[in-house]
């Protein structure tokens, strides 16, 4: 089984300033990780993912994240952001090889103060 | 590409009436799709997960017999409520996985009142 943190439930930043959202997991096995975004009363959008390679990777809308497999994390990061990026950010992960299943984290509200 | 559509968006309906929710892969076939409930500012609840031409497999507490999924085709799956009664007004979303892509593309969401 595996689980996943997001140990900030909101964070508001000023727009044009970074963010780094933080994600952390636990599982026995390999994983793939995966940054969802959801605006409000929608359903939710692939903003990345990492199933091998780089460590570092870049979605939409100028996210990146880094999966640091020591520290069992994959933070997200942007380094300016907008008005328009205001919404909930869920990390999520999956076995390799597993039953396809999705695990979330309990997500982190981005709020941009203008 | 990789476009997953849900209808109805929002639905109202009598308690004891049932509500079909449809959810179709516009652009690939998928072999396997999910169903999430949402309560409000919480994370996805996963309900169940079907394959294409067989049953679907519930999670622990859910009702199979109250929350019906049906996947025909490799590109619709169906979640009906059925007898929806006021506790089972919720967001529902549903996700579709590419068979040769191990991501989950998400639907839209629709959300059901019950009064």
């Known amino acids: 089984a595996q689980s996943v943190t997001q140990l900030d439930s909101q964070v508001p930043v000023f727009e044009e300033a970074p963010v780094e959202l933080r994600c952390n997991y636990s599982s026995s096995v390999s994983v793939y990780l995966f940054w969802y975004v959801q605006y409000p009363n929608q359903g939710l959008q692939l903003l990345l993912k990492y199933l091998s390679g780089s460590t570092l990777v870049k979605g939409i809308n100028g996210f990146e994240a880094e999966f640091n497999k020591s520290q069992t994390s994959f933070h997200l990061r942007k380094p300016s952001v907008h008005i328009s990026d205001t919404a909930e950010y869920f990390c999520?992960?999956?076995?390799?090889?597993?039953?396809?299943?999705?695990?979330f984290g309990t997500g982190t509200r981005l709020t941009i103060i203008p | 590409g990789a476009v997953v559509s849900q209808h109805p968006s929002r639905v109202i309906c009598k308690s004891g009436t049932s509500v079909k929710i449809e959810c179709r892969s516009l652009?690939?076939?998928?072999?396997?799709m999910f169903w999430y409930r949402q309560f409000p500012k919480q994370s996805l609840m996963l309900m169940a997960t079907?394959?294409?031409?067989?049953?679907?497999?519930?999670e622990q507490g859910v009702e199979k017999d109250k929350f019906l999924i049906n996947h025909a085709s490799l590109t619709l799956s169906t979640l009906t409520v059925t007898s929806a009664h006021p506790e089972d007004s919720s967001f529902y979303i549903c996700?579709?996985?590419?068979?040769?892509?191990?991501?989950?593309?998400f639907g839209p969401g629709t959300r059901l009142l019950v009064l």
């Open positions: 996700s579709a996985k590419d068979r040769t892509e191990e991501t989950q593309y």
């Open positions: 079907s394959n294409e031409g067989s049953k679907a497999t519930y």
């Open positions: 999520a992960v999956s076995q390799v090889g597993g039953n396809e299943k999705l695990t």
């Open positions: 652009d690939f076939q998928a072999t396997t």
